[in-house]
T-cell receptor, first 113, second 113 residues
Framework: GAGVSQSPRYKVAKRGQDVALRCDPI?????LFWYQQALGQGPEFLTY????????KSGLPSDRFFAERPEGSVSTLKIQRTQQEDSAVYLC???????????FGPGTRLTVT | GNSVTQMEGPVTLSEEAFLTINCTYT??????LFWYVQYPGEGLQLLLK?????DKGSNKGFEATYRKETTSFHLEKGSVQVSDSAVYFC????????????FGKGTLLTVNP
């Protein structure tokens, strides 16, 4: 079956623009995570959904970051008024209920100019 | 808080050499420990895991043992291949399955023929 997909794969935004990043998890996976990976660093947790419920958003760096998963499948990470420090790869991962293994998508590379 | 420290890279080895990548952690609570691997051009994938002290995770010839007394989870392989060239990330989660991962910075391994 298909893995986790993310779109777009690359996004260039001018500072101050809003962006929306999409994640399609593996069908039937109840858990969905977003991570931010800066160049040369490990991924850092942003937020976690179980079905449509956002259970943890402690990693979102500011109120410019917003995530949703309204029907418990596809998720969107929105960044308002992008800043240069938002430039990073944004990773989405999904997992089955009760499983330790998270399946990662290929990421969206965001560059803010 | 939770954190993971892994050895700085890059690491360059010849084929059939022995590999060790060190990983130590601090955690509030009892963590599960993971090694993830990112091959060139691909997404992160789980390599192995251990969920309690003294457990050994193993996969594709790689091994790591959960050492609570030294808070370590070092990755080893007896004989590396060119195809093992990748970035390796040590990670932990606290709170059971379906919970956020805390990653180290990653170690780039290059294996030459």
């Amino acid at each position: 079956g298909a893995g986790v997909s993310q779109s777009p794969r690359y996004k260039v935004a001018k500072r101050g623009q809003d962006v929306a990043l999409r994640c399609d998890p593996i069908s039937g996976h109840v858990s969905l995570f977003w991570y931010q990976q800066a160049l040369g660093q490990g991924p850092e947790f942003l937020t976690y959904f179980q079905n449509e419920a956002q259970l943890d958003k402690s990693g979102l760096p500011s109120d410019r970051f917003f995530a949703e998963r309204p029907e418990g499948s596809v998720s969107t990470l929105k960044i308002q008024r992008t800043q240069q420090e938002d430039s990073a790869v944004y990773l989405c991962a999904s997992a089955r209920r009760g499983s330790y293994e998270q399946y990662f998508g290929p990421g969206t590379r965001l560059t803010v100019t | 808080g939770n954190s993971v420290t892994q050895m700085e890279g890059p690491v360059t080895l010849s084929e059939e050499a022995f590999l060790t990548i060190n990983c130590t952690y601090t955690a509030t609570g009892y963590p599960s420990l993971f090694w993830y691997v990112q091959y060139p051009g691909e997404g992160l994938q789980l390599l192995l895991k251990a969920t309690k002290a003294d457990d050994k995770g193993s996969n594709k010839g790689f091994e790591a043992t959960y050492r609570k007394e030294t808070t370590s989870f070092h990755l080893e392989k007896g004989s590396v291949q060119v195809s093992d060239s990748a970035v390796y990330f040590c990670a932990l989660s606290v709170g059971g399955s379906n919970y956020k991962l805390t990653f180290g910075k990653g170690t780039l391994l290059t294996v030459n023929p």
